[in-house]
């Protein structure tokens, strides 16, 4: 199997940079200009009925007014049916149009949510020595870390990250987790697990609004106790260029699910829609959701996995804590048996998420590429 024991150049960790003060950041970090935050997607031809001028408007209007919905959790599971199905209507649409949407009433503490994110705070506001006991590698990625792929010569982004196993039990190890600030592990431990609750009640609705069994996705997933998830926690230290680079280049999300807790005052998360990057408003308290590939795969592309980007800021710092909620990694993934049929025949082939994620550790970030090339293959299959 491919794996890669080292980072292909000297690991620079970009808090560091930031706080060295320079003006402007070093060229491995300078995206080409078609991927800059202010492009939009110029390779994207326009409608012929379109001239420029409704182009360039819509363009405007859109990043004013869009924000991806905004989803009531207790209204998903209200005992009054018609107030409940209104719900999973909403959702059903905020997954076709967006593949994002935010979540209140999600039954996680506000004061959980916002001692996690501070907590993480600090622990990234700890001299560099502290942090550098818990460096990464890119055979698991378990720890600090500074990039995502192995390419030597990549442009990088401009974020740092913690990254940690949390399900299934047998692949937490705490001792992995930073030691500082003290109730650090406490809180992770707490915050994971009501988290991961919060994820088996949106895959319930998830499955029925598929029109499969209501534990469909979940016992896909290997069931309660057996589905895995990962914390990746980033930092976006402040830019002095931040129209030259991005913080966390264009990708879907490989797993199942991802379970955001943004920043609460700084934005930064860009989804597409349709030629569009549109800046996430934030929602107090909100929770951000998102569908990965592997929901993608298994509705056979009902849902399918939206592309998101992260922009920094020369002003903030930006946290962000990322849970993905992904099936148990050696388990098989196919479309359902049930969104199959002869007009819409399978999509992709079964694979295990051991073997898919490995194109995205070795790769980093690519758009959409990896999910779409499963499509050719199996069409070419088929
Ligand atoms: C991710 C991600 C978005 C953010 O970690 O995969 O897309 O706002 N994060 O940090
Ligand atoms: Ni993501």
């Given at each position: 199997?491919?794996?890669?024991?080292?980072?292909?150049?000297?690991?620079?960790?970009?808090?560091?940079?930031?706080?060295?003060?320079?003006?402007?950041?070093?060229?491995?970090?300078?995206?080409?200009?078609?991927?800059?935050?202010?492009?939009?997607?110029?390779?994207?031809?326009?409608?012929?009925?379109?001239?420029?001028?409704?182009?360039?408007?819509?363009?405007?209007?859109?990043?004013?007014h869009a924000n991806i919905p905004v989803?009531?959790?207790?209204?998903?599971?209200?005992?009054?049916?018609?107030?409940?199905?209104?719900?999973?209507?909403?959702?059903?649409?905020?997954?076709?149009?967006?593949?994002?949407?935010h979540?209140?009433?999600?039954?996680?503490?506000?004061?959980?949510?916002?001692?996690?994110?501070?907590?993480?705070?600090?622990?990234?506001?700890?001299?560099?020595?502290?942090?550098?006991?818990?460096?990464?590698?890119?055979?698991?990625?378990?720890?600090?870390?500074?990039?995502?792929?192995?390419?030597?010569?990549?442009?990088?982004?401009?974020?740092?990250?913690?990254?940690?196993?949390?399900?299934?039990?047998?692949?937490?190890?705490?001792?992995?987790?930073?030691?500082?600030?003290?109730?650090?592990?406490?809180?992770?431990?707490?915050?994971?697990?009501?988290?991961?609750?919060?994820?088996?009640?949106?895959?319930?609705?998830?499955?029925?609004?598929?029109?499969?069994?209501?534990?469909?996705?979940?016992?896909?997933?290997?069931?309660?106790?057996?589905?895995?998830?990962?914390?990746?926690?980033?930092?976006?230290?402040?830019?002095?260029?931040?129209?030259?680079?991005?913080?966390?280049?264009?990708?879907?999300?490989?797993?199942?699910?991802?379970?955001?807790?943004?920043?609460?005052?700084?934005?930064?998360?860009?989804?597409?829609?349709?030629?569009?990057?549109i800046?996430v408003k934030?929602v107090?308290?909100?929770?951000?959701?998102?569908?990965?590939?592997?929901?993608?795969?298994?509705?056979?592309?009902?849902?399918?996995?939206?592309?998101?980007?992260?922009?920094?800021?020369?002003?903030?710092?930006?946290?962000?804590?990322?849970?993905?909620?992904?099936?148990?990694?050696?388990?098989?993934?196919?479309?359902?048996?049930?969104?199959?049929?002869?007009?819409?025949?399978?999509?992709?082939?079964?694979?295990?998420?051991?073997?898919?994620?490995?194109?995205?550790?070795?790769?980093?970030?690519?758009?959409?590429?990896?999910?779409?090339?499963?499509?050719?293959?199996?069409?070419?299959?088929?």
């Open positions: 199997m491919l794996s890669c024991q080292a980072w292909p150049e000297p690991v620079v960790r970009v808090q560091a940079l930031a706080e060295s003060g320079l003006s402007s950041i070093p060229s491995r970090y300078i995206k080409p200009l078609s991927q800059r935050p202010s492009n939009t997607f110029s390779s994207t031809p326009h409608q012929p009925s379109q001239t420029h001028h409704e182009h360039l408007h819509d363009h405007i209007s859109a990043h004013q989803i009531d959790l207790e209204q998903l599971f209200s005992k009054n049916e018609s107030v409940r199905k209104e719900g999973l209507k909403k959702m059903a649409e905020a997954c076709s149009e967006w593949g994002f949407f979540v209140v009433n999600h039954g996680v503490s506000h004061e959980l949510m916002k001692s996690a994110r501070e907590l993480w705070r600090e622990f990234f506001n700890q001299p560099l020595e502290v942090k550098e006991e818990y460096a990464n590698s890119p055979t698991t990625y378990e720890g600090y870390g500074s990039r995502l792929g192995v390419q030597k010569g990549a442009t990088l982004d401009w974020s740092d990250y913690f990254f940690l196993h949390y399900m299934p039990p047998s692949v937490r190890n705490q001792a992995k987790w930073p030691a500082f600030p003290t109730s650090l592990r406490k809180v992770i431990a707490e915050y994971g697990e009501g988290v991961v609750k919060l994820g088996g009640r949106i895959l319930h609705t998830i499955s029925v609004n598929l029109g499969l069994k209501e534990d469909f996705l979940l016992n896909a997933f290997g069931g309660e106790s057996e589905v895995g998830a990962c914390l990746r926690v980033n930092f976006y230290p402040k830019c002095p260029q931040p129209d030259l680079t991005l913080g966390l280049s264009p990708h879907s999300d490989p797993g199942g699910m991802t379970i955001l807790l943004p920043d609460d005052f700084v934005s930064g998360l860009q989804v597409r829609k349709g030629d569009e990057w800046t934030p107090p308290n909100a929770f951000i959701i998102n569908i990965g590939d592997q929901i993608q795969v298994l509705s056979n592309a009902t849902y399918k996995s939206v592309e998101h980007r992260v922009i920094v800021n020369s002003n903030q710092d930006r946290v962000s804590l990322a849970m993905f909620y992904n099936p148990r990694s050696d388990l098989l993934i196919q479309p359902a048996k049930e969104l199959v049929t002869k007009e819409r025949p399978a999509l992709y082939s079964p694979m295990t998420y051991d073997e898919y994620r490995l194109f995205i550790r070795l790769n980093g970030t690519c758009g959409k590429a990896q999910v779409e090339s499963l499509t050719s293959k199996s069409s070419l299959q088929g």
